[in-house]
């Protein structure tokens, strides 16, 4: 089991990078740039300041490799849950840790690690706290999860990003290592639970 977590930690690092739910079953094309999208979008990520709270359930592709992630976020706790290729794992950053959480004969483990790459959370977090550093294009708006999002393109790491009125990242399409991985939210919730960050197995020293 733990050569098995081994080896999905190698390909989760490198491959990044509900309650109540928006309903799942609408996406739309970008519409033209009708209003200051830019302006109300840093208005947003201005009056959320640190308290970013969310959760997301994204379809996602990245070279030939499709699959499922969610990311449940509540200020600093951070839990990213992937579904890949049937195998599913969850990484959760609490307490200024780092723990790695997967089943063995049905039975749930878990192993604190060194790191994880949380790369699209990072990003996230740096363009809401760096606005002014970014050379941001608007992209006008499109409906994500049912839900209408403004979209924007950020020149310095060739990236999209669209973002609902709550401030939740609904779309990211980034460019990592010679592929692009793109990020499509089917539901999301504006409310987590402290219990979505509680470890399933009481964690255990990841032997290297």
Do not use: H
């Not at 490799?65 to 959760?92: C, H, M, R």
């Not at 790459?117 to 550093?133: A, G």
């Amino acid at each position: 089991m733990k050569k098995m977590l081994l080896l999905l930690f190698i390909l989760l690092t490198a491959c990044t990078q509900v309650v109540p739910i928006v309903p799942e079953n609408k996406t739309t094309p970008l519409k033209p740039v009708t209003q200051n999208n830019l302006e109300t979008l840093k208005n947003i990520f201005d009056k959320l300041g640190d308290r970013i709270e969310y959760k997301v359930r994204y379809e996602f592709s990245q070279a030939s490799k499709t699959g499922t992630e969610t990311i449940a976020i509540k200020g600093d706790d951070i839990k990213i849950e992937f579904i890949l290729v049937g195998q599913s794992q969850e990484i959760y950053f609490v307490n200024s840790k780092v723990y790695m959480c997967g089943k063995q004969n049905n039975q749930m483990m878990c192993y604190e690690v060194p790191e994880a790459d949380k790369t699209t959370v990072k990003n996230d977090r740096d363009l809401r706290k760096n606005w002014d550093k970014f050379t941001i294009e608007d992209k006008g708006t499109r409906t994500i999860a049912g839900a209408s999002a403004i979209c924007i393109y950020i020149t310095e790491t060739k990236s999209d990003y669209c973002y609902s009125k709550e401030g939740v990242p609904l779309y990211i399409k980034s460019p990592s290592k010679g592929y692009t991985t793109e990020m499509t939210a089917k539901e999301y919730s504006t409310s987590v639970k402290d219990s979505e960050f509680t470890l399933p197995a009481t964690p255990q020293q990841l032997q290297i």
